[in-house]
């Protein structure tokens, strides 16, 4: 049958299971979009780029296909570029369709011409320029593929405009895709799974490391049965919270810069991390010479080039993290180590006491306070979305998650503007999921003009913005590490409820912590996308909190003493 | 110095040297030579590329460049058997009452001229970079007045092929 290059892209993308795409057209991509009206797509027009680009991180995270955006040459592009990095730290399966200008004027600056792929190169996984028809299906399929499988990331595939217009007689290739230096079915050899059984029965004080590996990979159910057959407590990794059930009594919590005290205590007093799919993030580690002195290390991990880049392990097991633990169930004893958790139970009795939500409500609006109250109104089932920053710290600490694929957060970029389109992405992937996204009034302001595109979609995400007035985050480490030498970090913002209103949204201000219920129901209730605008403490502080670089033991802690003062000050 | 020789097999593509040598500059690995050519295979290139291990930790090396798409097989040859050769064209200054000096010490280095100008001429030498540098140092009491280096290539001796070093190594692949 003959088609265009434009008509083979729908043709392909239809066959990789693709419903909906978010993007932005433009001239060099307008053939494709001319083709699309003729294809069972949903297109979700974003009011940036970066918006589209976030928005199918967001899809893709929330429901383990592959996303798409697609742009057109120059500043689409460009735009793009911000959600692909996002998604290529934190291994999300996004493929980018972008329109470039016809092949003969590549390299001439046509206008609104750039070089995509030389701008992505170091922020995808792979990525491609097509100028030959010839070439399209080929390439949208290795695409696919590459951006799924192994670790998942970012694809781009730059298209000519030229490309798109170019007739050719067509039949879609079923060949098996070849990609001689592309391997990602590495598995570990049995020798080392014995090995790893070996350290696992031996050690005394083990602690299991659980990042996002364990949701990319499905290893939800494998790292349950582990903990519990073994009776090993499980800290997670920011990305990693929801990997195992937070409510489980061998759940320690989130690790690391802003993790619970007694769960960085407890690394760092183990005999023995298993960490499995997690990369030892300095934000995970704090001070690589004094991490965890006296622990044996073994890394489950597909990606090669994570093994020994920041920590050096004892024991690699390189492969699907699911097949790897299915291999170590097999040969493990069950353990206890019940002095080793009453241990730790002490250690978090203890931190207990400088919990903000243990304190009474004094009439002032603490955002950790409408963080567990959200969770608390939500039974904990919403799918939250974070943007970054202190409200991120403060979902992680107090929205307890105990089913897996209901937290999406920028982690390893830390993309302030993520969560309004990230939100907007996940709700297109699970409809009936109730979903949330948590934002600072910094971040929501880089990306609300998104709000317009939940309109114009009739999608409902609930947004609570945790508005202190402040970049928030920033300020704190003002506060710490530069003398209270606030540099643009206080910041007014607009009345975002008008700002609701105008886009014909519900939303509400929230000035104390009784109107908390209220608010949150009302936006459960409404049939569109509602905001609500929560005007907590300006300058309240994330704790604990490990400055860079410092050991993960020696955290500032919130002065128990001074807890009752500072939430009774007026 | 300790020096890590790496071949990589990579796909004959456009684009592929660019995302080697942007690799490197992401992961600011310190490469000492790199060079690329073809092989007897059509359709795949032969990277050496030579590491300064005491500054960048070839394992890492290694691992990231398996990361590529496009490249097929990394070997180190380090410790291995191996031939590496580097070639250097040297213009030297060559005034006329010196010029037999100059043809002994070529001789000598089992170099070769390949031009000779009034005042100049073109010493073409292919060795290990050790022999090199031993010419360089020997020409340059003459005057240098331009030289190029084409980068360190190398092979396993005997029966050793690079695309078998990979996946005996380090098991990362296949």
Redesign the interface.
């Given at each position: 049958m003959k088609r265009t290059g434009a008509q083979i892209i729908w043709e392909c993308l239809v066959r990789e299971g693709v419903k909906i795409v978010f993007g932005y057209p433009g001239g060099a991509i307008l053939p494709a979009y001319d083709a699309m009206l003729d294809y069972p797509i949903h297109h979700v027009l974003v009011r940036h780029e970066q918006g589209a680009a976030h928005m199918a991180d967001g899809y893709a995270r929330a429901s383990g296909r592959v996303g798409v955006a697609i742009a057109t040459s120059g500043p689409g592009a460009t735009n793009l570029v911000t959600g692909i990095a996002t998604a290529y730290m934190d291994s999300s399966p996004i493929v980018c369709i972008t329109g470039q200008v016809p092949s003969k004027y590549i390299g001439y600056d046509a206008f609104q011409e750039t070089d995509i792929t030389g701008i992505t190169l170091p922020i995808t996984k792979h990525n491609y320029l097509v100028t030959d028809v010839h070439d399209l299906t080929r390439v949208l399929r290795e695409a696919f593929y590459i951006a799924r499988s192994g670790r998942p990331g970012p694809v781009l595939v730059d298209i000519a405009k030229d490309v798109q217009q170019a007739t050719i007689e067509w039949e879609y290739d079923e060949e098996p895709i070849q990609l001689p230096g592309y391997r990602p079915d590495l598995r570990p050899v049995p020798r080392d799974i014995r090995q790893a059984v070996e350290m696992i029965q031996a050690a005394q004080r083990p602690v299991i490391l659980a990042g996002h590996g364990v949701l990319m990979a499905g290893a939800m159910q494998e790292l349950y049965e582990l903990a519990e057959l073994t009776e090993m407590p499980v800290a997670m990794t920011l990305l990693g919270i929801g990997g195992f059930p937070a409510s489980h009594r061998l759940n320690l919590g989130m690790m690391g810069m802003h993790g619970e005290a007694w769960v960085n205590h407890a690394i760092q007093e183990s005999d023995l991390l298993l960490a499995v799919g997690m990369r030892f993030d300095d934000r995970v580690t704090g001070n690589l010479s004094t991490y965890a002195p006296h622990a044996r290390k073994i890394h489950f991990e597909i990606d090669p080039s994570e093994v020994n880049k920041n920590v050096k392990v004892d024991l690699a097991l390189i492969g699907d993290l699911r097949q790897s633990l299915q291999q170590i169930l097999r040969n493990l004893q069950p353990c206890q180590h019940g002095d080793w958790i009453a241990y730790i139970s002490q250690m978090r009795g203890e931190s207990a006491v400088r919990d903000i939500q243990n304190l009474p409500d004094n009439g002032h609006l603490y955002a950790a306070h409408v963080i567990n109250d959200i969770w608390r109104y939500t039974n904990g089932e919403a799918l939250v979305v974070t943007d970054v920053g202190q409200h991120q710290m403060w979902t992680a600490q107090y929205y307890r998650h105990d089913k897996p694929f209901s937290f999406i957060s920028s982690g390893g970029l830390g993309t302030m503007g993520f969560a309004l389109p990230a939100a907007i992405g996940a709700k297109f992937a699970r409809p009936e999921a109730e979903v949330w996204a948590i934002v600072g009034d910094g971040g929501f302001q880089m990306t609300q003009a998104e709000l317009s595109t939940a309109a114009q979609e009739g999608i409902k995400v609930n947004i609570a913005i945790i508005n202190n007035g402040y970049l928030g985050m920033v300020r704190q480490w003002q506060e710490f590490f530069y003398g209270r030498r606030y540099a643009a970090t206080p910041m007014r913002s607009p009345d975002f409820v008008k700002i609701a209103e105008a886009h014909g949204l519900t939303g509400v201000r929230v000035m104390q912590r009784s109107e908390v219920e209220a608010a949150v129901r009302l936006a459960q209730q409404s049939p569109g996308t509602a905001l609500i605008d929560f005007r907590v403490e300006q300058e309240d502080s994330v704790y604990p909190m490990v400055p860079a670089g410092g050991d993960l033991h020696n955290m500032i802690r919130r002065p128990a003493a001074n807890v009752l003062a500072e939430t009774g000050r007026d | 110095m300790q020096k890590h020789t790496l071949i990589a097999l990579?796909?004959d593509k456009p684009?592929v040297l660019?995302?080697v040598a942007?690799?490197f500059r992401?992961r600011a690995f310190n490469i000492e030579s790199l060079t690329v050519g073809h092989t007897e295979q059509p359709g795949i290139s032969r990277m050496t590329i030579v590491v300064d291990s005491t500054q960048t930790?070839a394992?890492?090396v290694v691992?990231?460049l398996?990361?590529?798409?496009?490249?097929?097989?990394v070997a180190d040859l380090s410790g291995q058997p191996m031939v590496s050769r580097d070639l250097a064209l040297i213009k030297v200054n060559t005034p006329a009452e010196r010029r037999s000096e100059i043809m002994q010490l070529v001789e000598v280095f089992r170099a070769r001229i390949v031009d000779v100008g009034n005042d100049s001429m073109i010493v073409e030498i292919t060795g290990a970079g050790d022999k090199i540098d031993g010419l360089v140092e020997v020409l340059r009491p003459f005057g240098i007045l331009e030289m190029v280096r084409t980068g360190v290539v190398a092979m396993g001796r005997g029966t050793l092929v690079a695309s078998e070093v990979g996946q005996n190594g380090n098991?990362?692949?296949?």
């Open positions: - | 990579v796909e684009g660019n995302r942007s690799l992401r930790d394992e890492r691992a990231n398996y990361k590529q798409v496009n490249v097929i097989q098991g990362y692949k296949s």
